[in-house]
């Protein structure tokens, strides 16, 4: 099963300097002006935390096909932002702009990393880091418990973070707003990392109740010392989900 597309063709000229992200699909008949995120990217199998205050909302299908917010636009690609001072989801620190992987029922996705080929691939970039603790996760594999391998920009190093040990490094030195391509695959009990098209981690893990996260979550608040109105920001291009029998 393909889910997921790419944006159309105005963000052609965005990523004509830069064809290792490959081509972008167009998407059939003229866009509003400004587009919503529904018409950007395919989120029939999707369910997003928006941090209102003082606790979050979740937007789901059918609603979330046409929602639009600050935290929740398309610029040149669909723009996540989480601000420090957000609401925060029960059971977590901190504030997130994130996309939760779903059924096409609308039930929440529950996989296994033994069974089938599971991959998540994102073109984005990330555009703005908070000051203090100046930290996001921009994309996650997840179960019903904790999360399993996270993508995570500590300042300028980009990592992947597999039960609190770093496994993968992506970037060393990476540059706000610099577009990459990221893959994450899960399959025979290994989940794989690919950077740009390059293989950066091959972790073992075996188990149950899976799904993708996608978006901005922000690693800072208010407790750490964060100022009002500060915030993590993520862009993404474009969004494919593929689980395949293997």
Known sequence: ???GTGVGAFLGAVLAADRTIGEVPAIAGPLPDPPTPGQVLDLSVWTIS???VPDPTQITMPRLAAFSDSSFQVVSAV????????????GAKYPRS?????????????????????CMEVVQ????????????????IHDANEYVVLILLKRAEL????????IGLLDAAYVLGTVFTLRIEATGGFIDVFYNGEQRAHQADVRQGCYFKA???????????????????????????DHTPV
């Not at 723009?79 to 029960?90: K, R």
């Not at 990592?159 to 770093?166: E, F, I």
Request: hydrophobic share 35%; glycine share 12%.
């Open 125 to 140: 970039r990330i555009s703005h880091l908070p000051m203090v603790k100046s930290e996001l996760v921009a994309g996650q």
């Open 215 to 241: 978006g901005c979550y922000t690693q800072s608040n208010l407790s750490k010392g964060a100022s009002p109105g500060d915030y993590g920001q993520v862009e993404i291009i474009s969004l494919t989900i």
């Open 98 to 118: 994130e996309l939760r992987e779903m059924n096409s029922d609308g039930s929440p996705a529950q996989w296994s990393t033994t069974l089938g080929r599971h």
């Open 79 to 90: 723009q996540f932002t989480a601000p420090v001072d957000g609401g925060v989801q029960v």
């Open 1 to 3: 099963m393909l889910v």
């Open 50 to 52: 928006i941090q209102t």
């Open 159 to 166: 990592s992947v973070k597999y039960q609190g040990a770093t």
